[in-house]
């Protein structure tokens, strides 16, 4: 079993308090994803519309970096009530009854298990085992983050020095200005060091500049 069948087992046998309830499930699929915030978004969960697909079908995702079992079926419920309510609900209306009537607890926008909640799935999980799922750790000691937008240079101990990078994606291409200066009047401009060996840039009123003594290291922007 993978993680995916675990997650549509489960929710195959949260169906019928769904139907009890006067909201049965339509139809979905759920897997482990990062949602729309990224590693670093902070949401444990979403649910997409049906209007996102072409079969309609409603799109659950479940962070990887939730590391139980009764944490994940409580996100799983949390988005599949969102789906059975319809998204326009939010996290009022018909939308926070589910939730009370299923056994979770208030804040409702987060997906916190009530021990009515936990007494109703355990069973569920006992019969399914724990889910087949390692937390996907996106922060270090002390929060640090460990995945950044630039990619590569963090390493798995959340440093960045020359560790193994946490992830595939390629390391930004970044390029240091180096400052030119005028003697005569202080003008200044910065260029890359790949423009600096073609020629030093020319004031417009004392002609051909300087490269600073200054250009500490850090001084670095974007490649465009």
Not at 30 to 55: E, R
Not at 112 to 135: C, R, S, T, Y
Not at 138 to 162: H, N
Request: charged share 25%; net charge negative; proline share 5%.
């Amino acid at each position: 079993m993978n993680r995916e069948t675990w997650l549509n087992e489960l929710a195959a046998k949260l169906a019928p308090r769904f139907e009890e309830l006067g909201h049965p499930l339509p139809k979905f699929r759920v897997s482990i994803g990062f949602t729309s915030g990224g590693a670093n978004g902070g949401a444990n969960g979403q649910c997409w519309s049906d209007a996102c697909t072409d079969d309609k079908h409603y799109t659950i995702f479940i962070s990887p970096s939730e590391a139980t079992s009764m944490a994940i079926a409580a996100i799983l419920n949390h988005e599949l009530i969102h789906a059975a309510v319809g998204l326009k609900e939010g996290h009022k209306g018909e939308f926070a009854a589910m939730m009370k009537a299923t056994g979770m607890v208030r804040p409702f926008t987060s997906s916190v298990p009530g021990d009515e909640f936990k007494a109703w799935v355990q069973p569920f999980i006992d019969e399914l085992g724990e889910i087949p799922h390692a937390q996907l750790k996106v922060r270090g000691e002390g929060g640090v983050k460990l995945f950044k937008k630039g990619g590569g240079g963090v390493d798995a101990a959340g440093g960045d020095g020359d560790g193994e990078p946490v992830n595939d994606l390629p390391k930004k291409q970044t390029t240091r200005l180096l400052k030119c200066e005028c003697t005569e009047c202080g003008y200044t401009v910065r260029v890359t060091k790949r423009w600096l060996d073609v020629g030093v840039p020319h004031c417009h009123e004392h002609g051909a500049m300087e490269a600073a003594n200054d250009n500490a290291p850090g001084e670095d922007s974007e490649a465009a």
